[in-house]
């Protein structure tokens, strides 16, 4: 069984930046499709961005432009840069995935994903 921890969270002001952390450990795979995904209080958890073994990403239509995935390899952490922040970007971010054989390649669908990290909170205030 995977265990997936995030990092990187924190207040920032708007406009400003920061980078998320994943990182699997307990677990060996060369496959996955892998996601970040937010949560706010009173919503549904959303898919930010994708990302999976073959390179193929897949961001959700508010952040593109302004967030980039990144996953170097199977054994490298996955990462979130997140810059122009804006005030509605606050939210629990989680990562996610799905192992073997890329059945869901880059997928935005919380219902794919087979693990989950418990989250990092981003705050974007002045």
């Known amino acids: 069984q995977p265990h997936m921890e995030e990092s990187g969270g924190g207040s920032v002001q708007p406009g400003g930046s920061l980078r998320l952390s994943c990182v699997v450990s307990g677990y060996t795979y060369s496959s996955y499709s892998m996601a970040w995904f937010r949560q706010s209080p009173g919503k549904e958890r959303e898919g930010v961005a994708g990302?999976?073994?073959?390179?193929?990403?897949n961001y959700a239509p508010s952040v593109k432009g302004r967030f980039t995935i990144s996953k170097d390899n199977a054994k490298s952490p996955l990462y979130l840069q997140m810059n122009s922040l804006k005030p509605e970007d606050t939210a629990t971010y989680y990562c996610?995935?799905?192992?073997?054989?890329?059945?869901?390649?880059?997928?935005?669908?919380?219902?794919?994903?087979?693990?989950w990290g418990k989250g990092t909170l981003v705050t974007v205030s002045s």
């Open positions: 990302i999976d073994s073959d390179g193929t990403t």
């Open positions: 996610a995935a799905v192992f073997g054989g890329n059945r869901y390649p880059a997928s935005l669908e919380p219902g794919h994903m087979d693990y």
